[in-house]
């Protein structure tokens, strides 16, 4: 019974954890499908896209992966990540949270995702430069599939 109680308080404690402040912060800013697929084809390098919203479980599994990915590879592949169906609020603290540190865009209506054939959240989607689709992830992102698709992706570059 001791060891369900401080398992019980473990958990309170953590999901009443301090959040950073984010009431200062900017609103993601929205953009159509026409505008995301010019800002596609503009780029000189490799992208990859996160589909992503602050209520899915998933995609809080898969952001420290695409942290740590945008770190190691930023200087020669576009990171951007699209919030679908949520509020600018949760996603400014969701990005606060996770040090999500390059372009995210605001999709309320899910229009990209749809645009490319995506189900779901999360959705990665993989493209060569000047937005070549290369490949389309549905669900969590797992470290070899990241792997391997920018590895793929870099030769399109090259």
């Known amino acids: 019974m001791l060891r369900r109680l401080a398992v019980v308080a473990l958990v309170v404690t953590a999901c009443s954890a301090p959040t950073a402040d984010i009431t200062g912060g900017t609103d993601l800013p929205t953009i159509t499908v026409e505008e995301f697929t010019s800002h596609l084809n503009a780029l000189d390098r490799p992208a ?3 589909v ?3 209520w899915c479980l998933p995609c809080r599994s898969e952001a420290p992966l695409l942290a740590e990915a945008s770190k190691t590879y930023g200087g020669r592949i576009e990171f951007i ?3 679908v169906q949520d509020s600018q609020p949760d996603a400014r603290q969701f990005l606060a949270e996770f040090g999500l540190d390059f372009d995210h865009f605001f999709d309320r209506d899910r229009a990209i995702p749809n645009h490319y054939g995506g189900i779901g959240t999360p959705i990665t989607i993989f493209f060569g430069p000047q937005g070549e689709l290369f490949a389309l992830h549905n669900g969590v ?3 070899r ?3 391997l698709n920018i590895d793929e992706i870099l030769q399109l570059g090259a």
């Open 48 to 50: 990859v896209v996160n």
């Open 141 to 143: 992102l797992d470290e």
């Open 145 to 147: 599939t990241l792997a």
């Open 81 to 83: 990540g699209v919030d």
């Open 52 to 54: 992503w919203a602050s």
